[in-house]
């Protein structure tokens, strides 16, 4: 039996879901960092209304790790946390793309061709 310090096997599923889950941690961060640099501010009051990136970095890490580690420490809710947190990250991403200025959005396809 695993105890709180250990790993335990993860399914598949699990495995898709949480990577899935945790890129889009990432996507709301660095879409965030694009909306500061436009003069934006930040709507979470952990944050505070003007974040640096070392800040945004460090709370990135800390919801990934703490999530991963609640999802193998509850087996059992596995799957009400990662779809949680999959919903809850896309909502987030697209009601902030809807209300942030167009010149402020990320321009995705941009990005990922490594032109942004």
Do not use: C
């Not at 250990?6 to 889009?24: D, K, N, P």
């Not at 779809?83 to 010149?103: M, Q, S």
């Amino acid at each position: 039996m695993a105890t709180s310090a250990q790993a335990r096997e993860w399914s598949q599923e699990e495995i898709v879901l949480e990577s899935i889950g945790v890129g889009l941690i990432w996507v709301d961060i660095t879409q965030t960092k694009k909306f500061l640099r436009h003069g934006v501010s930040e709507a979470n009051i952990i944050l505070g209304k003007h974040p640096t990136d070392a800040e945004l970095n460090k709370w990135g890490v800390i919801t990934s790790l703490s999530h991963v580690w609640a999802v193998n420490k509850y087996p059992e809710y596995s799957l009400y946390l990662q779809w949680g947190l999959i919903i809850l990250e896309g909502a987030v991403i697209k009601y902030t793309n809807d209300v942030v200025p167009p010149n402020a959005r990320v321009n995705w396809s941009l990005m990922y061709s490594g032109r942004f």
